[in-house]
């Protein structure tokens, strides 16, 4: 593959990274304890194609046979790389790999043709998941008016009742200004979000690196909706507040997935936002592919 890492670089700097995390990472480091551990499915392991972006628009095919190589079965997408949803579909089952969820804004405003067009576009690709990925900025920066959250909170729930229509779970992706409290209140967006939608109609999908940078503990946010977060995005943070490979930063992961059943989860997604972005290359993304799938698979908890 033009750009691509060979297979001795891959697995050599995969092996680096993951030694590295293994050190950073208290819940890996607890699986020396005894009593009785627990481990990620390898099967509900999957990737935010995001991640990957960069590489893909170089060779989407090949890419993905290396994905599956590394050992997913699963990517969620965030777009089709120019193809078509069934081009894309196809590009996958070359792969043997299942888009099980997918990134796509809901239309703002809303429209719901337009919406049930991304359904059916949705069902094509094989998505069991579709996820709006994101909301809370403005053109003045980060969004601090309570009625614009409410607003769009209605808009999430049409948009919930439309993919369960068509079979689909439809899912909220956080970052990190819907933790920012709204007029002037102790209220945040997400807690406007999360009690202004209906849990029948919409799941969460929360993204472990935003939710630290909003200030919030993902064990809180379990708590306090049980049952309701179907996914997670397996993103480091690093030391500069910024992005690391799963395992290789300051996120106790294994404290968080010990609540995997009261959370609900059901699929763990590695995602890293600069992965193929300089001074790394586009290539370097499936280092991060491969370093997150390995940390995943070897976590205990």
Known sequence: ????????????????????????????????????????PRDQISVQLYTLRNQLSIDLEASLEELAEIGYTRVEHAGFVGRTAAQFRAALDAAGLRATSGHVGIPQPFNADTWKRALEDAAIVGNRFIVHPYFGAGPNGPIRDAAVYRAFARDLNRAGELARRAGLSFGYHNHQNEFFRQSGTDVTGFDILTSETDPRLMHLEVDLFWAFRGASDPVDLIRRHRGRIRQVHVKDLNENGSFADPGAGLIDFGRIFERSREAGLVEYIVERDDAGSPPRTPADALVTAKVGYDYLAGLRF
Not at 9 to 32: D, E, I
């Open 1 to 40: 593959m033009s750009q691509s890492l060979s297979r001795r670089r891959l697995l050599g700097a995969a092996a680096a990274a993951g030694a590295a995390g293994t050190l950073a990472v208290p819940g890996a480091a607890a699986a020396g304890g005894g009593g009785s551990l627990h481990r990620v």
